[in-house]
């Protein structure tokens, strides 16, 4: 059975950090790129980060750039998402998921107080 199950979450205060992991089940992990993904209350999920199959090349969207480190650990079949100097627009639900797209995991809710 494919599973994703995000853990990590929580609440911080501005500026603090938080590192999210995924645990991927059911399928070979490491054969995937794989992404983290948020959806903020009220608006569509969007995609964060990015990370090849043996996390030589990671990408991020612009707004996280230089704040979000993406990395994985294929032994461990576990993708993790590092956040720092985080911001209240940062507060969402964040999800884990392959390219292709696979099932959707329960997330993990990170909430960021001013």
């Known amino acids: 059975q494919v599973q994703l199950v995000e853990s990590g979450g929580g609440l911080v205060q501005f500026g603090g950090s938080l590192r999210l992991s995924c645990a991927a089940s059911?399928?070979?992990?490491?054969?995937?790129?794989s992404r983290w993904y948020r959806q903020a209350p009220g608006k569509e999920r969007e995609w964060v980060a990015q990370?090849?199959?043996?996390?030589?090349?990671?990408t991020y969207r612009d707004s996280v750039k230089g704040r979000f480190s993406i990395s994985r650990d294929n032994a461990k079949n576990t993708m993790y998402l590092q956040m720092t100097n985080l911001k209240p627009e940062d507060t969402a639900v964040y999800y884990c998921?392959?390219?292709?797209?696979?099932?959707w995991g329960q997330g993990t809710q990170v909430t960021v107080s001013s």
């Open positions: 998921n392959t390219f292709p797209l696979r099932s």
């Open positions: 059911g399928f070979t992990f490491s054969s995937y790129i």
């Open positions: 990370i090849t199959v043996r996390g030589g090349s990671t």
